[in-house]
Nanobody
Framework: VQLQAFGGGLVPPGGSLRLSCAAS????????IGWIRQAPGKAREARLC????????YYRDSLKGRFTISLENANNTVYLQMNNLKPEDTTDYYC????????????????WGQGTQVTVSS
């Protein structure tokens, strides 16, 4: 059972990236999936979450209009589309799962994958 985030990289301000979160050994359809970021030496911050009943929760209103989350069942992958990236978006991004009918608080994401690094810089 494994989660793996990938797709990070270096992008200029205003650019876009799509991160992927692939699951092996289980399917996403019964879980809530969250994208969380963590900069070195700083606390984790939840960004978005996609529930098993296809609704999206934004943990920061400032992400609305820039970030979207989606699930592709065919390849059991969750995506985080990030547009109009800003230098403050630079950090490591992780995907994680949680159970329950709603997107939870950060502490309730119980299964984590390895992260992928995003750097927004000119």
């Amino acid at each position: 059972v494994q989660l793996q985030a990938f797709g990070g990289g270096l992008v200029p301000p205003g650019g876009s990236l799509r991160l992927s979160c692939a699951a092996s050994g289980f399917t996403f359809d019964k879980f809530n999936i969250g994208w969380i970021r963590q900069a070195p030496g700083k606390a984790r911050e939840a960004r978005l979450c996609f529930t098993s009943n296809f609704s999206t929760t934004y943990y920061r209103d400032s992400l609305k209009g820039r970030f979207t989350i989606s699930l592709e069942n065919a390849n059991n992958t969750v995506y985080l589309q990030m547009n109009n990236l800003k230098p403050e978006d630079t950090t490591d991004y992780y995907c994680a799962t949680a159970t329950g009918p709603f997107c939870p608080a950060l502490r309730d994401f119980t299964f984590w994958g390895q992260g992928t690094q995003v750097t927004v810089s000119s």
